[in-house]
């Protein structure tokens, strides 16, 4: 099985899936499966799917959805970052860029901000800081000065929030920075590529 970006998404789309369904929308009628029933003069009285069937088109049509998501990603980075399948793949892009630990950072953050249990919070609180702020940490994200004195001062009485300002300045800068060159790189115009070329398989193979 293809894996979208060589990640699994759990209940997110595999590369697979997501290409079956890459040329439905432009050819919505090339495949037809299903068992015509006729009476004895050969006449249709109707048109009953077959079982197994019924569940292939019932998987294709939930794949339209998914093939629809990655195309939206390179209509605004907020459709990336909304998408599980989307940072994933994105998140691949960023190591070979050696700043995946933005989308690490960003995807703590996030996390945090659903943690609601006090001591939970605080000891989260201490291990991103430890992972991302710390100037001794190999995966300490870019902050400037002022976002810096800020989580200093949050630190002192820790909440799910304490990184806020820092978690919207490491957005701006994937939005700015790293995803112009996704977009525009072979790894997710090659993506596309791929997911066009199994859906095509898939397709004259059901047909």
Known sequence: MYILCNHTFGACETQQQIAQS???ISRPHT???TEKQKHGD???TGWRPQGSSFVFIKHLLGL????EDARSWSTSFEKVMKSAAGRSCFRQFLRTEFSEENMMFWLACEE???ETNKTVVEEKVRQIYEDFISILSPKEVSLDSHVRDLI???MLEPTSHTFEEAQQQIYTLMQRDSYPRYINSAVYTDLLKSLEDIC???VLKAV
Do not use: D, E, P, T
């Open 22 to 24: 890459y040329r439905l």
């Open 31 to 33: 495949v037809i499966i």
């Open 42 to 44: 050969g006449h249709v």
């Open 64 to 67: 339209r959805s998914a093939l």
């Open 112 to 114: 945090l901000k659903n």
């Open 152 to 154: 200093n001062r949050n």
């Open 200 to 202: 095509w398989a898939l």
